[in-house]
Structures are given as C-alpha cells and as structure tokens.
C-alpha cells in the first residue's frame, strides 16, 4: 500500500514543550512579583523612616525653640492663686508648663502663652494655651509631637544639682531651670535632649 505523499505534517508543540514553556512562564512571574513586593516593602520602609525622621527633627526644634524663649514670669492656676513658679513640674510627673514667647499673625495681642508638655495617650503631646495664665481649663489646643511612646521623664539643673521636680524651693520659684533634660522611651529606644534656656535673672516678686 502505497504512502499518500499529499499529507504534510502540520508544525506544533509536543505537550512537554508546553509544560516547560508554562513552568518557565510561571517562574519569571514568581521572581517578578517577588522583585515587586520586596520594593514596595522597602519603599514603605524607606517613607516610614523619613516620616520618623521629620517628626523627630519637628519635635527638637520644638522643643529647643520653646525652652529658649520661656520667659521668667510668674504663673497662677485657673481660679487666679500664684503658683509660686516662674516653671513647674511635680515630682516624678509626666508633664510640665511654663511661659514661652509665641509667634502668631494677630500683632495687638501678647506674644506670650502658656505651653504644657505632657504624656497623653502613649503620645508626646504640646499643649499650648491662648493666654499666660488662663482662666478656663479648657482654654488650649493640642498638637501630638510623637506617638508610641511608653515613658517621659523630666530632670532640671540649677547649675549645681540635678532635681526631679521644680521649682524645689523658693530660690528656684523665681528662676528658670538652667539646664533642662528631657527623656522619652520607646520600645526599643530611648531619646534624651539637653537643653539650656537662655534666662538666667531671677524674678522679683
């Protein structure tokens, strides 16, 4: 019986040729997405820290800005009885307050505020007041400088001795602390400035 010469075989892939070029296919998908998640990741990363970054420089300038301009001026609560404190902070306290100088659009009012920093919430928060020594609680406004944070603490000096609280007697009452540490723990860090005002006459009551 004689081969009919008319058939030609037609071109085509084996079904092993398929499986490879589908495993090939899916190998360089694997390592694209692979190559993709780790750069979104590391971009993440990367925009994470610089947001850690910025709010800590805002956070030191901040402060620095504040200590340097606190003004030694003495200080009342709310029902208008003097604290006996041109600066304040309790023993052990997470918070603390003074009278700084303020800049702010509206020229015919004092430049001068009340500024409290204090732990709220596992936040670091500035609380600023909108007069010297206010007469309504609820009188400020809050802006959170930093979060996660588990502990503050405050030291002063008088040039001499360090102290947990201030004023500690009725010499300091009238002064500003000369040097001022501030500490604040994280999870797995701890942050600490030094900082000098530039005050140094004593006030006279």
């Known amino acids: 019986m004689k081969k009919d010469k008319s058939r030609k075989s037609l071109p085509g892939f084996t079904l092993i040729e398929v499986m490879i070029s589908i495993m090939i296919v899916s190998l360089i998908l694997l390592i694209s997405t692979n190559i993709l998640e780790s750069s979104i990741n590391s971009r993440s990363v990367t925009l994470n820290a610089l947001d850690g970054v910025k709010q800590f420089n805002i956070l030191s300038n901040t402060l620095r800005r504040d200590f340097r301009q ?29 009278t700084t100088i303020v ?90 400035w030094l900082i000098a005002p530039r005050i140094k006459h004593v006030y006279q009551y």
């Open 70 to 98: 606190s003004m030694n001026v003495p200080m009342r609560d709310t029902y208008g009885l003097p604290l006996d404190a041109t600066f304040y902070s309790a023993n052990q306290s997470d918070r603390l307050m003074f």
């Open 103 to 192: 800049n702010h659009a509206n020229s015919t009012t004092s430049k001068l505020r009340r500024v409290e920093y204090l732990l709220q919430d596992s936040s670091f928060v500035r609380r600023q007041y909108y007069a010297v020594n206010p007469y309504v609680t609820e009188d400020f406004f809050d802006s959170k400088m930093i979060e996660g944070v588990k502990d503050i603490s405050f030291r002063f000096s008088d040039g001499n001795k360090w102290f947990s609280e201030w004023p500690k007697d009725e010499t300091t009452s009238r002064v500003i602390p000369q040097l001022i540490e501030v500490k604040l723990v994280f999870d797995d860090q701890e942050i600490e």
